[in-house]
């Protein structure tokens, strides 16, 4: 009788190392892809669309234009760890400036609502900018800023919420640009459809708003038009003080785009930085997409490697100057925390099954000398 208990005990035991053991990961694995509020909905937008990363000017200490003493710490950071050079008192109020040399200059505009922001904006001027690339006085705003036209209807409103939500902050931008922008003949048409539900939709929807293309798509010299020929296969060469960056192609090419990478060594690069390789990626914006949501990184994924065309196109490789080697290399192991968790699962399950086969035996070959 004893012994029937101790099996018993056993038995669940085993059960619930199990049931704890499978329960546990999924508990935390499905936060939503959406956010019900629309001011958070709009803040996650605005992160992942990068808005944040233009709108929001950098720290003196990280402007070679501010800083006498600008150096390695300064450049290392400004292309590794962008998001640290944000100058977080002064969120979205406009003044990362872009320099073209001497075609002039434009400004990330303040996006606060103050009246030096976009304070006496209605939401339908706010959204049209967004959407078609126009401002209200009918001027075309500078290509820097990707005009998304296919951002869905319930997006433009989450992201106006999230504007109006800001703190107002006073400055006042003004462009010194040589040349006019073009000016707003054709605006794009703007779609706003709902968001899409289905994954792939999903996650072209994503690397569009995410503006992949931008870095990581040729683009035709003359035109300066994306080359939509050779989409996502990677572009010419970025030159930056650390050395020459190639946004490589990224499609699921074998051979030359990213056909051997499991799923999760592109979510590893997507939202920690980190190369296959294990080295830390430059001047991709990780930090913002670290952001995403895991059903989003999911769709995203699913659209990068099942999606898009596989396009031949061999990029060379990126080539960093000598100080900065020592900061991108084994920034990540090879080894990723998912595959050290999934073994643990493993043995759990399989200890549990043993401990319940074990106590079953036991108590059956009891059963049967007490039947006799
Ligand atoms: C790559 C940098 C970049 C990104 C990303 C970006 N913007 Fe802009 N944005 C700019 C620049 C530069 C201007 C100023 C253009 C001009 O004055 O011609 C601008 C202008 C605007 C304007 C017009 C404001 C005014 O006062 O004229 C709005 C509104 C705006 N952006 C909203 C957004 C939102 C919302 C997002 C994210 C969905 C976003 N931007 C993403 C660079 C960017
Ligand atoms: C601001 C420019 C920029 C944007 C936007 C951008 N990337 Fe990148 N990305 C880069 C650069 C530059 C590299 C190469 C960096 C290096 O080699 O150090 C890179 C590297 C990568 C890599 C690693 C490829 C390899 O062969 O090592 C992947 C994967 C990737 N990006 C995916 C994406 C996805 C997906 C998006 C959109 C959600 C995106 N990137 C948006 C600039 C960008």
């Given at each position: 009788m004893q012994r029937r208990i101790v099996v018993m005990v056993l038995i669940v035991l085993g059960l619930g190392i199990i049931v704890f053991n499978a329960g546990a990961p999924q508990a935390t694995a499905?936060?939503?892809?959406?956010?019900?509020d629309p001011v958070r909905q709009g803040e996650y937008i605005a992160n992942i669309a990068r808005c944040v990363a233009c709108h929001t000017p950098i720290l003196a200490q990280y402007d070679p234009n501010q800083?006498?003493?600008?150096g390695e710490e300064e450049i290392r950071t400004g292309a590794l760890?962008?998001?640290?050079?944000?100058d977080n008192d002064m969120?979205?109020?406009?003044?990362?400036v872009f320099n073209f040399g001497a075609a002039g200059a434009v400004t990330a505009s303040?996006?606060?609502?103050h009246e030096t922001g976009?304070?006496?904006?209605t939401d339908e001027e706010i959204k049209a900018a967004i959407q078609s690339?126009?401002?209200?006085?009918?001027r075309r705003l500078h290509p820097?800023?990707?005009?998304?036209?296919?951002?869905?209807e319930s997006d433009l409103d989450a992201l106006v919420a999230y504007l109006k939500s800001l703190e107002p902050i006073e400055n006042e931008i003004t462009n010194d640009l040589a040349v006019a922008n073009p000016?707003?003949?054709?605006p794009e048409e703007p779609?706003?459809?709902?968001?899409?539900?289905?994954q792939a939709e999903r996650g072209a929807y994503l690397a569009t708003i995410m503006n992949c293309s931008g870095c990581h798509t040729a683009s035709d010299p003359?035109?300066?038009?994306?080359m939509m020929d050779l989409f996502l296969a990677g572009r010419q060469p970025f030159e930056r003080d650390y050395g020459v960056v190639y946004a490589g192609?990224?499609?699921?090419?074998d051979g030359t785009g990213l056909?051997?990478?499991e799923h999760e060594d592109l979510e590893r690069a997507i939202v920690?930085?980190?190369?296959?390789?294990g080295r830390r990626l430059g001047l991709m914006p990780w930090q913002d997409y670290s952001h995403l949501t895991p059903e989003d990184l999911d769709a995203l994924v699913f659209y990068l490697t099942d999606v898009v065309q596989p396009v031949d196109n061999a990029i060379p490789a990126t080539a960093l100057n000598e100080p900065y080697i020592e900061f991108v290399?084994?920034?990540?192991?090879?080894?990723d925390d998912e595959e050290d968790e999934a073994p643990g699962i493993l043995v759990a399950v399989v200890g549990g099954l043993l401990i319940i086969g074990i106590g079953s035996i036991v108590l059956f070959t009891r059963r049967r000398k007490s039947s006799k």
């Open positions: 499905n936060p939503p892809g959406q956010f019900d800083n006498e003493e600008y760890f962008a998001r640290d050079t944000l969120w979205m109020a406009g003044g990362t303040n996006l606060t609502p976009l304070g006496e904006w690339g126009v401002s209200p006085d009918g820097i800023m990707p005009t998304m036209n296919i951002m869905a000016p707003a003949e054709a779609i706003a459809a709902p968001v899409p539900s289905d003359e035109t300066r038009q994306p192609n990224i499609t699921p090419h056909g051997n990478w920690e930085g980190v190369r296959i390789d290399e084994g920034v990540g192991d090879a080894d």
